[in-house]
């Protein structure tokens, strides 16, 4: 009876067992809520002369099932861009729907995307675009010609699993001929968050260049290039890939200092030279390790004051891009964008400013790859229906990181920036050209925004000249290192804005720093004797630091003549380096020896130490004893002499 009861438990156990693995893939199937991502999309469709059309689709689903179908939907035109905002959103149009597809199941799956194209027309289907599916998904447009151009709203709705998702982007329809495409300069910048990212950076390097006829502009901060000009495994890749991208003339690089750097004030407090130190540290650092110099115009990204901007116009810069936050009224928000400007109060300084809601959606990271480079070119499909007939050049300035760019979007969105008609990509010198400004409607001034003044305290002023003096100094002992780049990098950036609290205390840090690196200086101050007039004294000096400094050792004493001359110019390259100096001309059998080490320009001291000098003198006693020598060494050799056996021919 136990045997029998023991295999009816065997057998339902691996029926059971059975039933679960059964069951278990469905329900890890059940509990994935299926979703979709718009991978790309063709986001300009050309109505022929016959009036068909077509758009590609690719859409990555999850989970893969047979059973997913697709709709796509088209509503009415946009005709103001804060219609814009609830598609990026991804709330929709609450407009009714303008025409739709049938729903379609989709097929031929391929790396877990789906692709498909979407048909248009406006009174025939004609010889619609064929597919792999049976019948390719369609749609009658209720426009003819020129009466279709604009830009859609697109709803695509996939349905899985009984469940609907949907995803809003932008479909721009062009029947009519581009008299005036928009020029647009598309900034990728690299401020320090470029390197705290420095894997997705190096990527999208690498991705801009091989777009290498796509005119584009990246931007220079000396904070990063210091950080990537060091040694590391990360920051070769890092310059590797900066170089390859900087290959292609049209990728030009422009000036971008960091943020938050008082201009107005460095000029106000007497520090005029290090406006333009700010301004030509990023060019040293990339010519340094890419060969290219920086170009014009200034990308300021702070919030300057009337100080600042014209403090730079007073040191040669004729043109800056800010954004657009920093001005009264953001251009973005009116109809005459586009053109050139000078700030009002600041004299012949031209600026541009960047559009904040393009470069926002640009940098958007919970936007997918596909829908925002969509999303990007249908925004300013968008734009160029805002004035197709204009009659000058209107530029539109997106500005975003390259630690905020996906590669999928990168190449998406140039690809499609490329090929769209209504754009022509440039650098930004070109839309800087003075004939443009107040064109199109455009004022030719524009207001900045008040921000507060800058304020310096005496002891702000007193320490940042030493703090440059002492940087300046002994960056000249250190050149064949980097310490004296990323001393320079600090002081630079000590140089904010704010209160002079705030300030204080960046400058006392970066001193700070410089005094450690001073600090890895010594003499040995241990008691030389010298054993009389004409011989070297030798000093040993000790270093710290893991890098050569160049030093000048002087020699301080009115009881030693030097015939070489008492300051010496000296390589520290070891932890310790001897100095052998001849002496002649000594005036006593005892003296105090001052050793001053210092930075080869003399302002800074790198090391000081007392040393005790003894000279080994001569008295009559010594004579005596030597004479006594010489005696009896003669006497010794004379008795040797005579006791050396005959030869033979004396027998």
Request: charged letters at 15%.
């Amino acid at each position: 009876m136990f045997h029998r009861f023991s295999s009816w438990w065997r057998a339902l156990s691996v029926v059971l067992l059975c039933l679960a693995t059964m069951a278990w893939p469905t329900a890890a199937h059940a509990g994935t809520t299926p979703s979709f991502a718009i991978v790309h999309q063709q986001a300009v469709a050309l109505l022929s002369a016959k009036g068909t059309s077509h758009f590609t689709v690719v859409i990555g689903v999850q989970p893969i099932a047979a059973a997913s179908r697709a709709r796509v939907t088209l509503y009415p035109r946009i005709v103001d861009r804060s219609q814009l905002t609830p598609i990026i959103s991804n709330v929709g149009s609450p407009a009714p729907e303008l025409v739709t597809t049938s729903t379609f199941t989709l097929v031929c799956a391929a790396h877990g995307s789906y692709t498909f194209t979407v048909d248009l027309y406006t009174h025939r289907s004609g010889s619609l675009r064929r597919t792999c599916y049976p019948t390719a998904p369609h749609m009658k447009l209720p426009c003819r010609g020129a009466a279709c151009d604009g830009v859609y709203p697109l709803r695509l709705e996939v349905i899985t699993n009984g469940v609907t998702t949907t995803k809003w982007s932008l479909l721009a329809i062009q029947s009519s001929r581009v008299v005036q495409p928009l020029r647009v300069d598309f900034i990728e910048t690299m401020d320090p968050s470029a390197f705290e990212h420095a894997t997705r950076s190096i990527a999208v390097l690498q991705a801009i260049a091989k777009h290498e006829t796509t005119a584009l502009t990246l931007s220079a901060d000396y904070r990063t290039l210091e950080t990537v000009k060091q040694s590391g495994s990360e920051q070769l890749a890092f310059r590797a890939a900066l170089r390859k991208a900087l290959t292609s003339p049209v990728h030009q690089v422009v000036n971008a200092p960091p943020s938050n750097i008082d201009f107005g004030g460095l000029q106000q407090h007497g520090f005029g030279v290090d406006v333009n130190k700010q301004l030509t540290l990023s060019a040293t650092l990339l010519h340094s390790f890419t060969g290219r110099y920086v170009d014009s115009p200034l990308l300021l990204t702070g919030t300057p004051s009337m100080a600042t901007l014209r403090a730079l116009q007073r040191h040669g810069n004729t043109a800056v891009v800010l954004a657009e936050s920093d001005l009264t009224v953001a251009p973005s928000a009116t109809l005459n964008w586009g053109a050139p400007f000078h700030v009002a109060g600041v004299g012949p300084l031209i600026a541009l400013a960047t559009d904040t809601p393009l470069s926002t959606l640009v940098a958007d990271p919970t936007i997918g790859a596909g829908r925002r480079a969509a999303l990007t070119l249908g925004t300013l499909a968008f734009l160029h229906f805002e004035a197709p007939n204009a009659e000058s050049t209107r530029t539109v300035v997106i500005e975003t990181s390259i630690a905020q760019s996906p590669v999928a979007f990168v190449n998406d969105v140039l690809n499609g920036l490329g090929a769209s008609p209504y754009v022509t990509l440039a650098t930004l010198a070109p839309s800087f050209d003075s004939a443009l400004i107040a064109t199109d409607g455009a004022p030719g001034h524009r207001l900045l925004a008040s921000s507060p003044a800058s304020r310096w305290s005496s002891h702000n002023v007193s320490s940042l000249k030493t703090l440059l003096q002492g940087v300046t100094s002994y960056a000249q002992a250190v050149s064949k290192s980097n310490i004296g780049d990323e001393l320079r990098v600090a002081a630079e950036a000590a140089e904010i804005d704010g209160g002079p609290g705030a300030r204080q205390a960046a400058i006392n840090q970066v001193s700070a720093t410089l005094r450690g690196q001073l600090n890895s200086f010594s003499v040995d101050p241990s008691t030389v004797t010298l054993a009389g007039s004409g011989t070297s004294i030798p000093i040993t000096l000790i270093s710290r630091a893991d890098y050569p400094v160049t030093a000048t050792v002087h020699l301080i004493t009115d009881q030693l003549t030097f015939p070489k001359g008492r300051n010496v110019v000296v390589t520290m390259d070891s932890p310790t380096k001897s100095v052998r100096v001849p002496t002649s001309g000594h005036n006593g059998s005892s003296m105090t020896l001052q050793v001053v080490v210092t930075t080869p320009n003399g302002r800074i001291t790198l090391a000081r130490a007392a040393i005790q000098v003894r000279i080994a003198g001569t008295s009559i006693v010594g004579y005596v004893l030597s004479l006594a020598s010489l005696l009896v060494l003669a006497y010794w050799w004379v008795r040797t002499y005579r006791k050396r056996p005959k030869g033979r021919h004396a027998r």
